[in-house]
């Protein structure tokens, strides 16, 4: 249903209280404008640059594929919470609330976690008391997270009622059960994620450095030559910069090696578990240097 116009004297008033009072959004008032429409008008003013920057409004950031695909894969693949995500710097820049949203936006996250927050609920006397009984005796000991399911609680719940019954489980009793070893499971596997994760974004940046230094390099008069990587099979050049260089000491001079692969592939290679064996088996790095000897300058 849409509202009356805004009338001059009206809009004046916004202003005012915006611009002169610096109120926020629940303290305007307007008589005969809800608050979503003050809020709807209150940004049409700010783009027309009324508000002199007294409201910058919140810049959205639009989610882009990558990122949504990311999520995707937190949820689906590992079952990572939004809290989790977001606790861990998952998705940078994103809230909780934020991914929140866009894995509700998007059906993803768990559906008995969702239904769980659907259903949350206080507990009434009886139950409670009956809670309180069982915390005391045959659930004295077990996991705050295998209560919390059981009773269709958030764990925080359990643990905050322990406190106040001055029960807490003690640091051993805490961490001897399965639930907790999981638990560190699940977070060591999100430690990894992160790590390659911002692993990747370096080596994206570090790919556009080189690209550049590529370019400035051929345009060099005492350009060195070209030097193809044996594992990502990019041209470089035969430089410091790209290729790792081996110094050896005769007594004929100094002789140096490039390494065959170029100096990402080869912090790859050393981060990967996967490539370690084929990294033992030249160990010394014997065939990964013979190529291109040359006397150091
Ligand atoms: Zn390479």
Not at 90 to 103: A, C, E, V, Y
Not at 195 to 221: D, F, N, V, Y
């Amino acid at each position: 249903m849409p509202g009356s116009r805004w009338t001059k004297p009206q809009i004046e008033s916004l202003v005012d209280q915006i611009v002169h009072l610096s109120k926020p959004l629940p303290q305007i008032d307007i008589p005969g404008k809800t608050r979503a429409a003050i809020n709807n008008q209150r940004k049409r003013l700010q783009r027309a640059g009324v508000l002199n920057g007294s409201f910058a409004g919140r810049a959205v950031r639009p989610w882009t594929f990558p990122e949504l695909k990311r999520l995707t894969a937190f949820t689906a693949e590992y079952g990572f919470s939004a809290s989790f995500i977001a606790q861990m710097g998952l998705l940078p820049g994103r809230s909780k609330d934020s991914i929140s949203k866009m894995m509700g936006r998007h059906g993803l996250g768990n559906p008995a976690i969702k239904e769980r927050a659907r259903q949350a609920c206080r507990l009434d006397p009886p139950r409670r008391a009956e809670f309180q009984r069982f915390l005391l005796g045959e659930g004295r000991l077990l996991p705050s997270i295998v209560i919390a399911r059981q009773w269709g609680l958030a764990q925080k719940t359990v643990t905050a009622y322990r406190r106040r019954l001055g029960i807490q489980l003690s640091w051993r009793e805490a961490r001897s059960s399965d639930e907790y070893r999981r638990q560190q499971r699940k977070r060591a596997a999100a430690f990894v994620t992160h790590t390659r994760e911002r692993w990747r974004q370096w080596r994206e940046r570090k790919m556009l450095g080189w690209e550049k230094l590529r370019q400035q390099m051929s345009q060099r008069a005492d350009c060195p030559s070209a030097r193809v990587c044996q594992a990502c099979g990019e041209q470089w050049y035969a430089a410091r910069e790209f290729f790792h260089v081996r110094t050896r000491r005769s007594p004929a001079g100094v002789k140096t090696s490039y390494c065959r692969i170029c100096r990402l592939c080869r912090a790859e290679q050393r981060r990967d578990p996967a490539a370690k064996s084929v990294r033992r088996l030249g160990r010394l790095f014997t065939a990964q240097y013979a190529v291109n000897s040359c006397c150091l300058r």
